[in-house]
C-alpha cells in the first residue's frame, strides 16, 4: 500500500544531541513537509520541499535541518539549538499543480514520531 | 501573517446529533482549506478540501462550506456516532505559499 512512514514513533535522546527523524513516502509525490505539533495547538511548519535537492524554511525553522536527496525521503534533524525541541513531529507529503492535481492536493501524513529531550 | 482560529475548543454531544465546527481564517487570499481528523497519538486523515473557487464539498455524513469574503468555513458532522469522536482540524494553503496554515483544532467527543 502506498504511504507514508515515519520513524521511530518514540524517540528520547539527552539534551545537547542532534537526532534525526525518519519521513519517507512510496507515493510519488513532490512535495513534502515537516510539522511540529505541540499539546493542545495546531500544527507549524517546520520545513517544506517541493523537488529534490530544494527545501524552503517554515514559520519555526530555527534549530532544525533538513535534506532532500531522493524524492521518496526527507529526513529532519532536530540540532542542539533547538531551545524546546519535546514535541510531536508530523511528515507529510501532497502532489503539486502540474503531477496529475488541478489544484493543490489533499496532505497525506505519517503516523509522527513522539520526541522527548530530557 | 495568516491565523487560523477554531471554535470550540472542545465539544462533547450525545449521538445522534447533528454538529457544526467552526474555522475562522484572517486572510481571505488562500487556495483552499482542508479538514483534517485526528485520532489521540496518530497522524491527520484528510476529511475534505474545498478549492477557494468552491463554496461547500461534500462526503458520506460531512459537509464542509466555505466563505471566504467573510475568512469562514464550517464542519457539519451528520446523525454523529461515537467512531467520530476526534479532534478535527482546519487548515489552509495561502496564495503564494505552497504550504498549510493549521488552527488548533477542535476535540469532538461523542457519547454513546
Known amino acids: 500500500d502506498g504511504g507514508i512512514t515515519q520513524s521511530p514513533k518514540y524517540l528520547f535522546r539527552k539534551e545537547g544531541q542532534n537526532v534525526t527523524l525518519s519521513c519517507e513516502q512510496n507515493?510519488?509525490?513532490?512535495?513534502m513537509y515537516w510539522y511540529r505539533q505541540d499539546p493542545g495547538q495546531g500544527l507549524r511548519l517546520i520545513y517544506y520541499?517541493?523537488?529534490?535537492?530544494?527545501?524552503q524554511k517554515g514559520d519555526i525553522a530555527e534549530g532544525y535541518s533538513v535534506s532532500r536527496e531522493k524524492k521518496e525521503s526527507f529526513p529532519l534533524t532536530v540540532t542542539s539549538a533547538q531551545k524546546n525541541p519535546t514535541a510531536f513531529y508530523l511528515c507529510?507529503?501532497?502532489?503539486?499543480?502540474?503531477?496529475?492535481?488541478?489544484?493543490?492536493?489533499?496532505?497525506?501524513f505519517g503516523n509522527g514520531t513522539r520526541l522527548t529531550v530530557t | 501573517k495568516q491565523e487560523v482560529t477554531q471554535i470550540p475548543a472542545a465539544l462533547s454531544v450525545p449521538e445522534g446529533e447533528n454538529l457544526v465546527l467552526n474555522c475562522s481564517f484572517t486572510d481571505s487570499a488562500i487556495y483552499n482549506l482542508q479538514w483534517f481528523r485526528q485520532d489521540p497519538g496518530k497522524g491527520l486523515t484528510s476529511l475534505l478540501l474545498?478549492?477557494?473557487?468552491?463554496r461547500e464539498q461534500t462526503s458520506g455524513r460531512l459537509n464542509a462550506s466555505l466563505d471566504k469574503s467573510s475568512g469562514r468555513s464550517t464542519l457539519y458532522i451528520a446523525a454523529s456516532q461515537p467512531g467520530d469522536s476526534a479532534t478535527y482540524l482546519c487548515a489552509v494553503t495561502r496564495s503564494g505559499r505552497r504550504a498549510l496554515t493549521f488552527g488548533s483544532g477542535t476535540r469532538l467527543q461523542v457519547q454513546p
Open positions: 474545498i478549492q477557494s473557487s468552491q
Open positions: 520541499s517541493q523537488i529534490v535537492n530544494d527545501f
Open positions: 507515493l510519488n509525490h513532490d512535495a
Open positions: 507529510a507529503s501532497s502532489l503539486l499543480p502540474g503531477q496529475g492535481a488541478t489544484s493543490f492536493s489533499p496532505l497525506h
